[in-house]
């Protein structure tokens, strides 16, 4: 039985061999991934943003913060009292910056105490941005803040 001898052209197509099996692999891989966008209409919305921009003045004109806090039971976002007896319309949307299919978007429905509850149920464990874009007496508002669920 005669060896095989192994040298410099054996070795040479030993690595582009070895190198093509890893871009077969590497495209292979790449191809099963999940490629989302942030928004699928994010241009559009980009091209709005000056009146987004406008609703954040007014919000931050306030005479409080809205704020969104992680209790135990559910994601709790509470309104200054600048909204007292007035009525309040829009939506809520959290949204999952690592998953889109995770994200939860609701219609504001805010009760006496200015405050609306969102189950936990409804969020896994992970990060968080909170939008809340809402109307009330024909003045526009939003905010946007970071939460984590635990």
């Known amino acids: 039985m005669k060896r095989m001898k192994f040298n410099w052209g054996t070795g040479i197509l030993f690595v582009i061999v ?10 292979i891989y790449s191809q099963n991934q999940e490629w989302s966008l942030v928004e699928k209409d994010y241009y559009p919305k980009e ?14 004109a306030l005479s409080g913060p809205v704020t969104a806090s992680v209790e135990p039971a559910s994601l709790v976002i509470r309104f200054p009292r600048d909204f007292a007896g007035k009525a309040l319309s829009g939506t809520l ?9 995770m994200d939860v978007v609701i219609p504001l429905q805010v009760d006496t105490s200015l405050t609306q509850r969102v189950p936990a149920g409804k969020l896994r464990r992970g990060r968080y941005v909170v ?12 905010k946007e803040q970071d939460i984590y669920v635990p």
């Open 18 to 27: 070895l190198f093509l099996a890893a871009c077969a692999v590497f495209i």
């Open 47 to 60: 091209l709005k943003y000056e009146e987004v921009l406008v609703k954040m003045r007014n919000t931050n």
């Open 93 to 101: 949307h959290i949204y999952r910056p690592s998953a889109e299919s």
């Open 131 to 142: 939008k809340i874009d809402w109307v009330s007496e024909g003045t526009g508002f939003y």
